[in-house]
Structure formats: structure tokens, C-alpha cells
Nanobody
């Protein structure tokens, strides 16, 4: 599967942004799709994931109900709605996919075989 992330940009603190991860290829419904992010000088961290099939969602601790992940299997797109954005949310956001990923590993990037290019989100004061 090939992934393309888009929707990044400049947003004011307190604002919102929706990222999209568009997939091509077969069997999209069988992939857990996740968002990771990497801020300047920091390691990449898990943001959110939506499981294959039934679409169970997972979030990083810092999200605190601000972000919502969803998927449209017919359109092969995963969305990340980000609300109440803070300066520390500034990062390059990456989407990634893994086939039939076990629940224990949704936040572990080495288990994701497919990655999209990043999309920059910059939050300004």
C-alpha cells in the first residue's frame, strides 16, 4: 500500500486542522493506520491509530481528547482531526500502515511497514 499525507499548514494556537492520509493499493481495510509526529530535535512519537476492520481507535497520552482519528474504507482515507492546537503540536506528521497489526503494537513505529511522506503542521502564537 502507498500512503500520501496532506493537510498540514500554519494554524494559530487554539485553532484546528484536519490531516488526511490517502492510500492506494489493495486491502486497505486490513491495515491499521497510524499517525506519528516528529518535532524539531525530538524523536518521532505516536499520535493516534485506527485499527483494521472494526476501527478501534488509540491515542497518545498528550492528545487529551483534542484529536480524533477516523477512517473511510471506501475512500481509502484516514483523517486526523486536530482541535485546540498548541505550540507544542508543531511537528511533521506522518501516516503509516501495518497489515493486521496486533493491538499491543499500535504505538510502535517499527511495526509499520508503509509510510507516507510527512506533512508539516506549524502552530503559531
Amino acid at each position: 500500500v502507498q500512503l500520501q499525507a496532506f493537510g498540514g499548514g500554519l494554524v494559530q494556537a487554539g485553532g484546528f486542522r484536519r490531516l488526511s492520509c490517502s492510500a492506494s493499493g489493495r486491502g486497505f481495510i486490513n491495515y491499521t493506520v497510524a499517525w506519528f509526529r516528529q518535532a524539531p530535535g525530538k524523536v518521532r512519537e505516536f499520535v493516534s491509530a485506527v485499527k483494521y476492520g472494526i476501527g478501534t481507535t488509540y491515542y497518545g497520552d498528550f492528545v487529551k481528547d483534542r484529536f480524533t482519528i477516523s477512517r473511510d474504507n471506501d475512500k481509502k482515507i484516514v483523517y486526523l482531526q486536530m482541535n485546540s492546537l498548541q505550540l507544542e503540536d508543531t511537528a511533521v506528521y506522518y501516516c503509516a500502515a501495518a497489515s493486521f497489526l496486533h493491538d499491543d503494537y499500535y504505538g510502535v513505529e517499527r511495526y509499520y511497514s508503509f509510510w507516507g511522506q510527512g506533512t508539516q503542521v506549524t502552530v503559531s502564537s
